[in-house]
Nanobody, 115 residues
Framework: QVQLVESGGGLVQPGGSLRLSCAAT????????MGWYRQAPGKQRELVAA???????NYGDSVKGRFTISRDNAENTVYLEMNSLKPEDTAVYYC?????????WGQGTQVTVSS
């Protein structure tokens, strides 16, 4: 089984930056992907960004050019650098780990963009 520990998030002003981290522990081997989804009140959960163990990345359209996902395979940790934040980025951000057998979700971390 895999466990996820998220960190980062908080309150930031529009135009500001934040960094989220998510560390995966447990039985991890072979091809996998890690990433972030977010869910704002009254909206569906949506993909923010994802990265495979091979380094391929995928971004949601609304964050392209502003957010950058990276990972440290040795530490099984994924990072999300969020720049030029907008009020519409306000949501609970959830880390996800997926391999060939299952997906595991983190507990979520709140990101609030407000002046």
């Amino acid at each position: 089984q895999v466990q996820l520990v998220e960190s980062g998030g908080g309150l930031v002003q529009p135009g500001g930056s934040l960094r989220l981290s998510c560390a995966a522990t447990g039985t991890i081997f072979g091809f996998n992907a890690m990433g972030w989804y977010r869910q704002a009140p009254g909206k569906q959960r949506e993909l923010v960004a994802a990265i495979t163990s091979g380094g391929s990345t995928n971004y949601g359209d609304s964050v392209k050019g502003r957010f950058t996902i990276s990972r440290d395979n040795a530490e099984n940790t994924v990072y999300l650098e969020m720049n030029s934040l907008k009020p519409e980025d306000t949501a609970v951000y959830y880390c996800i780990f997926s391999d060939t057998t299952a997906s595991t979700w983190g507990q979520g971390t709140q990101v609030t963009v407000s002046s």
